[in-house]
């Protein structure tokens, strides 16, 4: 039971430190993820259209604790292929 806790714990600290070092502003400050919320006003769309595309493969998007983020670049890539 110990070692299943321990695993458990590293891997939430894992994934919180790879969050935090891919929304560092010392990197690329153009590129960075928004939630789910931020990326539908963003796209100026509902958060279901937003999910849609998501479901669709149209717009990818990663999934770290539970949330589901999308890469700024990519919903401006998405955005031209529309536009």
Not at 12 to 35: A, C, F, G, T
Not at 52 to 68: C, E, S, Y
């Amino acid at each position: 039971m110990k070692t299943i806790i321990k695993e458990a714990v590293l891997t939430v600290l894992h994934e919180q430190r790879e969050l935090s070092l891919i929304n560092n502003p010392k990197r690329d400050s153009s590129d960075y993820y928004l939630s789910r919320k931020e990326a539908a006003e963003f796209l100026k769309i509902s958060e279901t259209t937003l999910w849609n595309l998501d479901k669709t493969q149209k717009l990818p998007a990663i999934r770290l604790n539970g949330k589901v983020l999308y890469l700024k670049s990519d919903l401006l890539n998405f955005h031209r292929q529309v536009a």
